[in-house]
């Protein structure tokens, strides 16, 4: 079974609009950390935006912010206010406490690719 | 203060040749990552290095070896490529704490295997 699922493989949005970005995870691990990064035409990755498992709100980066739903095992990245320059491939990633402690790296969904239409 | 750094950019093997690709960070960060990204897909784990001194297999080690040379660096090793490692290779590191952390990417090496 997928641990990181985006259902959106594609999206199209007006600018100035709000966008979310879905993403469920599979875990059994009680301690995990959820990660949001941004993949822009260059090629580089842009961490967004972080939210642990026993964090209580949600977490807040500028425009950005994840939804996070712990019963339902998702955690959502909303963007307020899209720009052109939001267009970009986002990816929805996990890490595990686990044998490592959490060293032992991220667990990638395969991403949506997000267009912002002026 | 340069981050993550990861040489050579791009690089073309020959199916059977041999290569490493270099990554080195200047953040002291205690953990060292590589991926491969696939078209189409996420980043897949193929090794890392929770400390200076350890190294452990990911989820697709198969064909790659890796050195942590010190604290700052950590080189993946092809050493008779194939085309299925055809992809583009990003280093990463973090500081791992209890209270969240985050990886930071190198600007990846982009591998072509003919």
């Known amino acids: 079974a997928q641990k990181i699922t985006q259902t959106q493989p594609g999206m199209f949005v007006q600018e100035k609009e709000a966008v979310t970005l879905d993403c469920t995870y599979d875990?059994?691990?009680?301690?995990?950390?959820l990660f949001w990064y941004k993949q822009p035409s260059s090629g580089e990755m842009i961490f967004l935006i972080y939210?642990?498992?026993?964090?209580?709100q949600n977490a807040t980066e500028g425009r950005y912010s994840l939804n996070f739903q712990k019963a339902r095992k998702s955690a959502n990245l909303v963007i307020s206010a899209s720009q052109l320059g939001d267009s970009a491939m986002y990816f929805c990633a996990m890490r595990e406490a686990g044998s490592g402690g959490g060293a032992d790296g991220l667990t990638f969904g395969k991403g949506t690719h997000l267009i912002i239409q002026p | 203060n340069a981050g993550v750094t990861q040489t050579p950019k791009f690089q073309v093997l020959k199916t059977g040749q041999s290569m490493t690709l270099q990554c080195a960070q200047d953040?002291?960060?205690?953990?060292m990552y590589w991926y491969r990204q696939d078209p189409g897909m996420g980043l897949r784990l193929i090794y890392y290095?929770?400390?200076?001194?350890?190294?452990d297999k990911g989820e697709v080690p198969n064909g790659y070896n890796v050195s942590r040379l010190n604290k700052r660096e950590f080189s993946l090793r092809l050493e008779s490529a194939a085309p299925s490692q055809t992809s583009v290779y990003f280093c990463a590191s973090s500081e791992f704490r209890a209270g969240g952390d985050t990886q930071y990417f190198g600007p990846g090496t982009r591998l072509t295997v003919l």
């Open positions: 290095s929770a400390s200076e001194g350890t190294t």
């Open positions: 939210q642990g498992s026993y964090d209580q």
């Open positions: 875990t059994s691990d009680p301690s995990y950390g």
């Open positions: 953040m002291n960060h205690n953990s």
